[in-house]
């Protein structure tokens, strides 16, 4: 069968449930998709998934206002895959051509896709493990647990991503290769590990590895000035004893004062006498001047998080003009197919493309787990 026969549709149709089913990050996510047309560049607003808190029934309820939180999402993502077709590829017949060229083309979608959602761990303050050692017990499935837990967040929905160095780990332990075989992940896809501790865990070569400004201080000890409330956010980092700092600060680095964790959101200023920075979260009690200040080095940053941790926007983009186009939509994804012909080469060329956002909702629903 000649691929004369291969309409755009069949190749879209085809493409989606391979993209689906290797997408990670976006099927654990909180989803907000619309059948509104929409550009890369556009700012959608998106509803915030609810928080409640249950209280203790006595002798009359508590009621609790409907907060219709929302937040701007910014469609600044556009995963796109386009092709040369030669006049071979064009003989082939649809089982063919899906093998040569619309798997692997929803594959690297996908691939783009986890790794743009994946990369949100520059907003998680919160964690656990130890940076520069892969996870290799079970025992970091109770730690991030326990993350979870201190910070309120719902014990249902939890999901895990883990790098390859992890899941080389996990898989020398019994209790977790057991877990992949239970049949309690309620949804098969790929790289799926299996339920452990309350967590259901994926494993994606997507996982982001950070690599930490380095800031240290030469000659003393990296320190901070005293923080008021009223500048609970602002961070001025500064060395002991008359040394000077070297190294820098990124943007997702780990800062450790007074025992709790914080990350870097917007590097203000950055010298060799002082660095200004803005974490998150806030400080929750005035901090003294010359209070030590730890800095996590490189790690893999794996995450385990809720449901509603990180929201995933997707919008259908229109057709394009002047030429054979379609789009398809299911379960809150959509792909958009484009054909061209070049009349002095005598190629086709196929584009597949979407478009999509992400945000974090709430911060402290996720914990990086140090890897």
Known sequence: ????????????????PILRNNLIFPALAYTDYSNDFSKKGDTVQVKKPPVYVADEFSSQITVQDVKEESVLVKLDKIADVSVTLTAKEM????????????????????????????????????????????????????EASKVLNDNKAPTTKRSAVWNSEALLNFQKIP?????????????????????????DNYMSQQVCNHVSGG??????????SSISPADSVV????????GQL?????????????????VVTTV?????????????????????????VQMIGDHAANLAFHKNAFGFVTRP???????????????????????????????????????????TLYPELAVRILG
């Open 1 to 16: 069968m000649a691929n004369q026969f291969i309409s755009i549709q069949d190749i879209a149709r085809s493409a989606l």
């Open 91 to 142: 003989a082939l017949n649809l089982e063919d051509f899906s093998k040569q060229v619309i798997e692997p083309a929803a594959v690297a979608l996908a691939e783009k896709i986890n790794a743009d959602g994946l990369a949100l761990y520059e907003d998680i303050p919160y964690c656990c493990g130890t940076a520069g050692t892969a996870p290799s017990s079970i025992d970091v499935f109770a």
């Open 175 to 199: 209790a977790i290769i057991n877990a992949e075989k239970s049949g309690s992940t309620s949804a098969l896809r790929e790289g799926s590990v299996g339920r452990v501790i309350g967590l």
């Open 215 to 224: 800031l240290s201080a030469k000659g003393g000890e990296l320190q901070t």
């Open 235 to 242: 961070l001025i980092l500064q060395a002991s004893s008359g």
């Open 246 to 262: 070297t190294g820098t600060v990124k943007k997702g680095d780990l800062l450790v004062v007074d025992g709790q964790s914080h």
């Open 268 to 292: 203000l200023n950055c010298s060799s006498s002082v660095a200004t920075v803005r974490v998150y979260p806030a400080f929750k009690k005035n901090i003294a001047a010359e209070t030590k």
């Open 317 to 359: 983009l229109e057709r394009a003009r002047g030429a054979e186009s379609y789009v398809t939509s299911f379960g809150g994804l959509t792909l958009r197919v484009t054909m061209g012909y070049d009349i002095i080469t005598k190629k086709q060329t196929l584009s597949i493309d979407t478009l999509y956002g992400f945000k």
